[in-house]
């Protein structure tokens, strides 16, 4: 499956943008998928995950309340709909796949290319 990761930009504190994740190739509609972000000089990280058909999602801590996961399958396309955006969540993020919903980096072997959100203070 390929991944193209897009909606990244510059935000206020505050504000919010929507990613989304289109996927091309195998049945997206098999596939659980997760969103991580890396901030320079960090070390990739969970944000979010969902599972094939939508109905289980999981989020990291410092996201919960604030973020949301969910996808289409009609369309091919996860997303991460981000609220109550702070300079912390500044990061490239990358929307990934997997057969299993799983909140490590390690579990996914498909990857989109990522996307950047800078959220100013």
């Known amino acids: 499956v390929q991944l193209q990761a897009s909606g990244g930009g510059l935000v206020q504190a505050g504000g919010s943008l929507r990613l989304s994740c289109a996927a091309s190739g195998r049945t997206f509609s098999s596939y659980a998928m997760g969103w991580f972000r890396q901030a320079p000089g960090k070390e990739r990280e969970f944000v979010a995950a969902i599972n094939w058909s939508g109905g289980s999602t999981y989020y990291a801590d410092s996201v919960k309340g604030r973020f949301t996961i969910s996808r289409d399958n009609a369309k091919n396309t996860v997303y991460l709909q981000m609220n109550s955006l702070k300079p912390e969540d500044t990061a490239v993020y990358y929307c990934?796949?997997?057969?299993?919903?799983?909140?490590?980096?390690?579990?996914?072997?498909?990857w989109g290319q990522g996307t950047l959100v800078t959220v100013s203070s």
């Open positions: 990934a796949a997997e057969y299993q919903a799983r909140t490590v980096v390690a579990g996914y072997d498909y």
